[in-house]
């Protein structure tokens, strides 16, 4: 038994069954995540950058081939189909080893949901956002997707612009209409956000006022939890821990923050939040809760290259997960109960700064992936590849995608 | 019909309806706001401050005489019998023409609640605090209260600190308790705040956290919300909404901040913020609701004379409900339906803008009080004359209050 | 005398005082205002929104024909030039009535800003950014604008991304060389944000980093304070204080905020501040401080009607500052003295509650303008006369102008 | 050559340099530290809390024997002599083997400073802290301390309650007469602060005011970090780059906070920040930067044992500035002059998760200081020896301390 291995079984760690977490572990990835993006002061356009969904599947493929772990790519319904949905993007996505993801319908873009979709003052613009998520809805029964994960841009940007009871109102009843749509094999994910582009009130602000939703739209609407959708100082471990023992929680769109929605990548800019939000999830899973949780990553960056800002994130997550399946839970445990909180903060900070290289190494060769994905991405050449294949025109693109 | 009678009619104001409204606005004064308090880094004592239960009395009977709309004094378990109820404090508060409201338990003082209070990892512990609340009930039914008002300090100051879920259902079992003991004529205000003292994690941190836990504990438990409890950004109003529409609103606790919760006299930093949340009420109130909403102030500031600040206090409140009660609602509906966003933000500013002095003059001497309760106050000279009966060493005071 | 000016005299105001400092508020608007904006999730086009460089003149010429105190427009160098510079824009603006205001070279749309303008690592890209901001100190003196306005995006993502100093430095170098070669006449103004587009950190972040390389660059640089570039909880007026004390003011940029750099209209939010910042500059232009300011709107809202918006901004500016020429500066300054902190605070309330209509009317007329240019915009038809005029293709418009 | 070596050698590290600067490192410890504290909403006591000047040198000293680079404790005048200073302290210290550091005026609890110190309206006021101040300093003659360490809590907690102008430059007055009064071989270290105890305005509330009154004062003026004193998404490691370019920062208040100044333990709650933070200075140390920082301790924690909590957190410290030290700077310069930012990030990283434990080991064998204090002292027996010798009652503490 090598080395890592003693100290991990010192530590009280059951190495099993940390590798069964490891190896249940998916992350899915955004077909958007590929594209060219930006902020609202202009974006710069990578040469690699994907500009068809093809390309996308390319790239969430080449993912998966380095890491192992991200066998799905979410699709946006509008950048990804904007002429229509395509019925063979599944068997291209099988082509390429991927399953399509997550739907995301699109409720922001169009002129006319300058006043709202769902919360629309106008009857018929509410039917209209409906109407596009069951065609959403109909995608995904056709590509087998089990997710259908939405974001209300709904919100105001001046106080009195609208009556907000009455907006909550026109929301509940479209939901209601919508998981009533879905198949018994569909959940939908609702995300809240506390601001942007609404910038006085957003209707679906915060997780409670995503999970009264979700409570009135029945058991299959749960919470999505967006790492960068939170008031400076919200503890979002706490969140993760409240919706998980609701069961209310859905799960994550990963990314990054140190101001607003940042959209950086995940656990760039504060790994042990990340770590503490893995190990509440470790503790319920310990404690034999194994309700599915998806997780996907939602990120805009702008300046680091795509494939690979996506790998890395992909392997950051991983590795804080790693971290968080190795805290030594039984002494974690007993300094909770003994009051002794230097002893349990220890706990967590041992396995944080825990080396989860030879652990992840030894998953990831069996796996068959390389030992550092990231590495072997660098040194492949394919960015390259892929950027001379891509050379035509950028500019050609439409919209934010 | 005097000028601004005109005025208003004009502006489609019914004014026999805001008469009725400012009428019913009722506001309670805490007991300990009329104590010396401070910050952790000391307090400032004041001359008048009053040191015992009847000072308290005194001084909250001084702000109704003054201001006609502060019938009853909030008062704090610990703080105000802290060698025990006595049963006379109801006769006393009548001879000064005050009655008892809201009954505060505390659990965050005593030693023992180091770790919490109903979140304690120690069984005793936590049915010690359950037999405070329910003698907090008892003083609450022999003074005719009709609110128990729970704000609960716990909350975790390090990572790993204690397991957040359990905590969670332990607070629930306790509450479950304590609504189950109180008469049917109580009602259950459940506080929420995102830190201090647990500056890691608090148990009771949002208005999410709240209302569910109140949904679980049943209808006589109800969210209270003190406008200083929020992270920055967070729009106040909207939470109103949401919880007058969840019929989950109790009450407030009134103080104003800039920070964190600075705990500031009322409508004192952002007195616009102050107005859109009365105008969800007023709207509220426009279309029928007239669930019962315990308005009260909760404040320490630590520099103003402290007779001044509440009186002051009270008629900002009574001003910026006023203001809101004079929105042109037919206006405001008829730009919100037509998406016209800029009149019905002009329609608020109007109200907000709008001169009241006449309205509450009229107001004020219909009940019988100084027209100007602030002005009368400074005039009257009995800060001086408090001052001068209290001159008894106010370091004999205990702890915070 | 009518009873608003015996009011006022009772007040402590010299109405004279006040009617000159009125007079002399000039308020500049940006010529982005005028046109289709948004945020990075998409832009709602306006059938009114102005397409040219002459669109955008016209509109700002109707808000000064309306209020009488914007005679002047910022413009923005990539945006209303992006074919280069035309020599007769100068008579066009003057044709309306107009005076061209700050120049704003653009120093972050160019792709190859990707990591930075003045502190970007590569000196070729570097130079680039010096020439653009002396190519636009030229186009100043054609015009005979009197404002360089920088604002530098400058900025990283991402922990180690750059070496914070040595960016620093490249930006002081660059300022010395853009501040020498400006005539005698231009004051360069300095603005600092605290993220976004960069999200890990800004070069020039805070008034602290503006300030000091507004003392490095010499006299002639100043610091801009945006009203909406700040985090959360920031005590801008007291900013605005310090600056005026070290003669470093040099003017603002007025839009408000809720959460982040949101750019709604000047006031919206959160009236009271705004009072309180004109309150810091009454003061100082009480104190006989005559230092100039420029005032500049720069929003970017993107719902409300444009040009409405603009009349609404520049008479809410306007009405805020009156607001504050009111307040009653002897008995102010005797409160403070006393530490009565009751008083000083009612006598701000006092303004700012007062009502300044019939003072503006007054103002108004004697400028020849309506007494309610928002009303009088919107019964003119003008909006909608300009809609049909600029029917053609909004989508001609290239990139975020 | 051990593993380890070879690992660091490979990524570039220069390990003497490393021992070096982690031999150079010296973290000064509070006396207030050691006593009880506690929240405004009260303290919780702890057996083995420190109850006179005696037990904290006792404790200090203890925090020394067990990390080796603690040897100075820093102290409140007020607090720890607050009959008078005790001119034997100095050899007191120095028979426990450690020295007196910084020494800390309290310009904040007494009641006439109610209004502010340093800014107080009353010249009377003003003159009598800056009397204490020179008083503090010749504290600091006598017991060879190299810093006046100064906090000023002036501010204000209503709109309009002082005029910031004239505050402002009471304290520059103040600056000026207190630099004068220090010998040649002390620094006055200014620390800001944002908010608490004032909650509208604070005098010196950011770094830059802190600056420009530093500049002011002159070369021995330099500003204190408090990595607590900030509002929230502030990037402080930016700032240091700042200061220490400007040659302006003087030192730091180590604590940690999710929240406000919440004062919990050094790199508890975000322990990349620190890392980041560190990582400037090692920035600045390798290229030749060697002017003097104090890092000092200031935490406030409630909760955790007080030894253990001083124990940990200088441990904390020097474990993330180990790490700072071993980050691969050419490779870090090369990823950053080519843009290269993901691999920028990753130099960082790698040194962030590195295993420093065999170094410090190594560092703390050559010391001849346990390997593991923190675990030493829980087996050691000396807190629950300390709590016995110190039964006295707590409760005749005075004040805060």
New interface residues.
């Given amino acids: 038994m090598s080395d890592w291995k003693h100290r991990l079984a010192d530590d009280g760690v059951d190495l099993n069954w940390v590798r069964r977490q490891l190896g249940a572990l998916q992350i899915e990835t955004p077909s958007w995540g590929y594209a060219n993006t930006?902020?609202?002061?202009?974006k710069?356009?990578q040469a690699s950058a994907a500009l068809t969904l093809e390309h996308k599947i390319q790239d969430a493929s080449e993912v998966h081939r380095l890491t192992g772990i991200a066998p799905r790519m979410a699709v946006h319904v509008l950048w990804d189909f904007p002429e229509g949905f395509d019925p063979h993007v599944g068997e291209l996505a099988e082509q390429h080893g991927l399953k399509i993801g997550a739907i995301n319908p699109n409720l922001?873009?169009d002129?006319l949901y300058?006043?709202g979709s769902f919360a629309n003052?106008d009857p018929a613009i509410r039917k209209r956002a409906v109407r596009h998520c069951l065609a959403s809805i109909e995608i995904g029964e056709q590509v087998g997707s089990s997710h259908l994960s939405l974001w209300l841009?709904d919100g105001t940007?001046?106080?009195?612009?609208?009556?907000?009871?009455r907006r909550?109102?026109f929301i509940a009843e479209a939901l209601a209409e919508v998981t009533l749509a879905m198949p018994d094999t569909m959940t939908l994910l609702l995300e809240y956000k506390?601001?942007?582009?609404g910038?006085?009130?957003?209707d679906v602000?915060?997780?409670?006022?995503a999970?009264?939703f979700c409570r009135a739209a029945g058991d299959r609407a749960k919470v999505l939890v967006d790492t960068g959708h939170h008031?400076?100082?919200?503890?979002v471990?706490?969140i993760v821990?409240?919706l998980?023992?609701?069961a209310l929680l859905g799960g994550f769109h990963f990314n990054d923050?140190?101001?607003?929605d940042?959209?950086?990548?995940a656990g760039?800019?504060?790994?042990?939040?990340l770590f503490?939000i893995f190990?509440?999830i470790a503790?319920?899973r310990a404690g034999g809760i194994d309700a599915p949780i998806a997780y996907m990553i939602d990120q805009?960056?702008?300046?680091?290259?795509k494939l690979?800002?996506m790998v890395?994130s992909v392997t950051n997550i991983q590795e804080l997960y790693a971290k968080a399946l190795l805290v030594n839970r039984q002494k974690?445990?007993a300094?909770?109960?003994a009051?002794d909180?230097?002893a349990?903060?220890?706990?967590?900070?041992r396995a944080?700064?825990a080396?989860t290289t030879p652990l992840l190494e030894e998953v990831r060769e069996q796996m068959g992936v390389p030992v550092d994905p990231?590495d072997s991405l660098r040194r492949s050449g394919i960015v390259e590849k892929r950027a001379a294949q891509r050379k035509a025109d950028q500019s050609a693109q439409a919209?934010?995608a």
């Fill in positions: 930006g902020t609202r002061f202009g710069f356009l922001f873009q002129q300058k006043l003052p841009a940007n001046y106080p009195g612009q609208d009556d907000l009871v909550k109102r506390p601001f942007e582009p910038f006085y009130h957003t602000s915060e997780w409670g006022a999970a009264l008031l400076p100082g919200t503890n471990e706490h821990a409240i998980l023992d609701e923050r140190k101001y607003a940042d959209d950086l990548t760039s800019i504060n790994p042990y939040q503490l190990e509440q503790t319920a805009s960056h702008n300046v680091k290259p690979e800002a890395q974690l445990h300094a909770q109960g009051g909180i230097v349990a903060e220890e706990t967590l900070r944080f700064f080396d990231l919209g934010f």
